[in-house]
């Protein structure tokens, strides 16, 4: 990425809970990235144009440049709200766009919406962008798509659709166990993968034993027969396990794709190869990049 001194072409923003993130779209392919710790969660209605602006308003020309957002800007919470499309569904392009009437009359803004399904109910705001970057540049994928973090969605995609999903909260129960409940005084140290590995395994196998597997982290520590980082390493693993089989339906036998980045998604990769399945990973930062592009261009998926 390059910062340039002409004005950018457009604006791509992934406008997440707790951070923006602004890539400056040049002309001749270039980019700039600029982020903020000005995600939803710290923004009224009214707060949105001038938290965007406070990041590209050196940047703007006196033209009005395009700004193509997706994430919860589009909430109901947010600066307006983009209504969910239903699935089974292509992921939404720039003519499902909210337009967003800005103060400032050198951006145009366009707010992409999120997807919902019915039954069993389910939401996602932010991915279904990731999604459609992945399939601009993977138009023939049919299989599904895991994106981890801290509410993983497992998505069917099939004929270049959306075809149904489920989150889970893996990520935020792992969080909450780990600050808030009594195993965070036996899991501070790094994670034990061999640990980890065994756990996967367990949750897979014995599911409905994970409450009494989770407790049974303190009391190892506390008799000295557990080590912090197995404990880790233990909890990590039955958390994804648990998880893995509550997703089997979606990926057993089908091709698999990982969207994301770091140590969590090295983590779902390393799951899902004990279950002898090889998932090659995608950036998702890319993939955001990508997705908006597309809405910007109206290109198909």
């Keep these: 990425m390059t910062q340039q001194t002409t004005p950018p072409a457009w604006i791509a923003v992934d406008w997440g809970t707790s951070n923006l993130r602004v890539s400056l779209m040049y002309a001749d392919g270039t980019s700039h990235c600029l982020t903020s710790d000005q995600g939803m969660s710290s923004l009224n209605p009214d707060g949105f144009e001038p938290a965007l602006l406070a990041l590209i308003d050196d940047h703007l020309g006196t033209g ?3 700004v193509v957002i997706c994430g919860m800007a589009g909430s109901r919470q947010g600066w307006a709200e983009a209504p969910y499309i239903a699935t089974p569904c292509n992921p939404p392009s720039l003519a499902e ?3 967003v009437r800005a103060n400032d009359p050198r951006i145009a803004v366009s707010i992409l919406p999120g997807v919902k399904q019915e039954k069993p109910a389910d939401v996602m705001r932010g991915e279904e962008t990731q999604i459609a970057g992945y399939l601009t540049q993977n138009p023939d994928f049919d299989g599904v798509l895991c994106l981890p973090g801290t509410h993983s969605k497992w998505v069917h995609i099939s004929a270049k659709e959306i075809v149904s999903f489920r989150t889970f909260m893996t990520g935020e129960m792992f969080a909450l166990l780990t600050k808030q409940s009594v195993l965070r005084f036996s899991v501070q140290d790094e994670i034990d993968l061999d640990a980890f590995d065994i756990a996967v ?3 897979l196998s014995r599911p409905e034993t994970v409450g009494a597997d989770l407790f049974a982290l303190r009391a190892g520590t506390l008799l000295g027969s557990l080590s912090e980082g197995a404990a880790r390493g233990r909890l990590s ?3 994804i396990g648990t998880e893995l089989a509550g997703a089997r339906p979606y990926w057993l036998g089908r091709d698999i794709a990982l969207i994301g980045a770091g140590s969590l998604t090295t983590l779902y990769q390393r799951a899902l190869a004990l279950q002898g399945i090889t998932a090659p990973t995608v950036s998702g930062e890319d993939m955001v990049i990508s ?5 910007h261009t109206q290109t198909k998926v």
């Design 64 to 66: 009005v440049t395009p």
């Design 201 to 203: 395994g367990d949750a």
């Design 97 to 99: 766009a909210v337009s």
């Design 291 to 295: 997705g908006l592009t597309a809405a």
């Design 237 to 239: 693993g039955l958390l």
